[in-house]
Nanobody, 123 residues
Framework: VQLQASGGGLVQPGGSLRLSCTAS????????FGWFRQAPGKEREGISC???????EYADSVKGRFTISRDNSMNSGYLQMNSLKPEDTAVYYC??????????????????WGPGTLVTVSS
């Protein structure tokens, strides 16, 4: 039973990346997906979540630039990140909340976590 995130890397300011999070060993259908990030020297920040029925929420810091989605047939969640800024540089984590509904964008509610993928926004 695990989550695995992928898609991180180095991108220039203004660029885009798409993160993927694939679950194995369990079905995500009834879970909410969440994306969190942690920059060096800062606390982990919840940036987006999507409920089991597809409702989305975003932190103000990413609203209008990031889009969360899910594909239950692929047992996966995704985070499309556009207009990236240097301050988006962080390790990004995906996680699942067994409640499914509503979005509860606080780390304490998420019981399974992926190991993180590094996103670096720099010229």
């Amino acid at each position: 039973v695990q989550l695995q995130a992928s898609g991180g890397g180095l991108v220039q300011p203004g660029g885009s990346l798409r993160l993927s999070c694939t679950a194995s060993g369990f079905s995500v259908n009834k879970y909410a997906f969440g994306w969190f990030r942690q920059a060096p020297g800062k606390e982990r920040e919840g940036i987006s979540c999507i409920t089991s029925d597809g409702n989305e929420e975003y932190a103000d810091s990413v609203k209008g630039r990031f889009t969360i989605s899910r594909d239950n047939s692929m047992n996966s969640g995704y985070l499309q990140m556009n207009s990236l800024k240097p301050e988006d540089t962080a390790v990004y984590y995906c996680a699942t909340d067994p409640s499914g509904i509503p979005c509860r964008l606080r780390a304490a509610y998420f019981t399974r976590w992926g190991p993180g993928t590094l996103v670096t926004v720099s010229s």
